[in-house]
C-alpha cells in the first residue's frame, strides 16, 4: 500500500503543477489559438473576399482600392492597386497559409512598383515572411499571418467570430487535458523520489539521513544555486527583432493599452480599452524613448469600436 508521504507529495504536486500549466495555457495560449483558426478560416475563403478584408483592414492607414483605369493596370507581382493622399500603392494577396515569403517574392513586388512608379507597395500574406526578406526594400510593407490577423479580426462578422472560438476552446481544452496528465507523472515521480528518500517515520522525526551542506572554501556553507553577481553578467544587445517584441510587450503595462502588434514593420498598432489621452499618448511615447531604433516608430491608437476614431502618433521624427 503506497505511504501517506507518496499520496501527499503526489497530491499536492500534481495540483500544484496542473493549475499552473492550466492557468498558462488560459492566460497565454487562448489568443495564439484563436489566431490560429482565425488564419485557417481566412485561408479557406474565396480569394476576392479574402482580399476585400485585406482592403477594409488597411482603410485605417489611409488606403483605398483604386478606381477607373488605374485599378485595371496591375502586374503578375501585384494583384491590386491601392490609393492614398492620391499616390498609387501596390498590394500582392498571398492567401495560403502555407506560404514561405523570401527575398525572391519581395524582389519582384518592388521591380512592380519601380515599373509603375508607385508610392510603394504592400505584401500580405497569411503565410510567413522569411527574417530579413525585406531588408533591401525598407519602402515595402509586409505583412504575414498574425500581423494581418490583426487588423482583419475587428472585422469579422460575429457568426464567424463564434465559430473560431469554439474550435479554440476545443482546442484548448485538449491541451489542458495533456497537462494535467503531465502533471500527474510530475506528481508520481515526486511521491516515488520522496519515498527512496524517506526510510521511516523515525527517520523523519528525528532528521536521519540528512546530508550536510558542503562547505565552501573557508568554512563558509557553499548556497546552491547561487546567482551570479549581476555585474557579472555581460549585457545582452537585442537585435531589431528582438527589439520589436519588447517593446510590444513592456507598453501593455501603460495603463488602458490592451495589446499591441506590429502590422507593419513601421507600424505598432496600440488596442486601447478607450479612446487615447494626452496623457495616456505621453506615457507610451515615455516607454517609446527607451528604445533607440525605434524611437521614430509610428503609432496607430486604436480605440474599440465606437469609442472614438484611430489616431496615428508619432513620438520622434528622428
Known amino acids: 500500500m503506497p505511504s501517506p508521504i507518496f499520496l501527499l507529495t503526489t ?41 476585400h478584408f485585406v482592403i477594409e483592414a488597411l482603410h485605417a492607414q489611409g488606403f483605398e482600392a483604386a478606381r477607373g483605369e488605374a485599378a485595371t493596370q496591375t502586374t503578375q507581382e501585384a494583384d491590386l492597386v491601392l490609393d492614398r493622399n492620391g499616390e498609387t500603392w501596390l498590394l500582392s494577396v498571398k492567401q495560403g497559409a502555407n506560404y514561405r515569403i523570401g527575398a ?72 489542458i487535458a495533456l497537462g494535467w496528465g503531465a502533471a500527474l507523472l510530475v506528481g508520481l515521480l515526486a511521491g516515488s523520489a520522496t519515498g527512496m528518500f524517506t526510510s521511516s517515520d523515525a527517520d523523519l522525526a528525528t532528521g536521519a539521513g540528512t546530508v550536510p551542506a558542503a562547505a565552501a572554501p573557508g568554512g563558509a556553507p557553499a548556497a546552491a544555486g547561487s546567482p551570479r553577481p549581476a555585474d557579472a553578467l555581460p549585457p545582452v544587445p537585442l537585435d531589431e527583432d528582438a527589439a520589436r517584441e519588447s517593446l510590444a510587450n513592456a507598453i501593455t503595462s501603460v495603463g488602458g493599452v490592451e495589446r499591441a502588434v506590429w502590422p507593419t514593420r513601421s507600424t505598432l498598432a496600440l488596442y486601447l480599452s478607450a479612446e487615447a489621452t494626452d496623457a495616456q499618448v505621453k506615457a507610451i511615447c515615455a516607454v517609446v524613448d527607451r528604445y533607440d531604433a525605434l524611437r521614430a516608430v509610428r503609432l496607430q491608437l486604436q480605440p474599440p469600436p465606437g469609442a472614438g476614431r484611430v489616431r496615428f502618433r508619432q513620438c520622434r521624427a528622428f
Open 104 to 175: 525572391q517574392m519581395v524582389d519582384e513586388l518592388a521591380r512592380a512598383v519601380r515599373f509603375r512608379n508607385a508610392r510603394g507597395g504592400i505584401l500580405a500574406t497569411l503565410g510567413r515572411i522569411e527574417a530579413g526578406a525585406g531588408r533591401a526594400h525598407p519602402g515595402l510593407e509586409l505583412l504575414d499571418g498574425p500581423a494581418l490577423w490583426t487588423l482583419i479580426d475587428p472585422l469579422l462578422p460575429p457568426s464567424l467570430h463564434q465559430d473560431i472560438q469554439r474550435r479554440a476552446h476545443a482546442r484548448l481544452g485538449r491541451e
Open 11 to 51: 497530491v499536492l504536486v500534481a495540483a500544484v503543477a496542473g493549475f499552473a500549466v492550466a492557468a498558462w495555457l488560459r492566460s497565454s495560449r487562448r489568443r495564439v489559438l484563436e489566431a490560429d483558426e482565425g488564419i485557417r478560416s481566412l485561408a479557406s475563403m474565396r480569394w476576392r473576399e479574402f482580399s
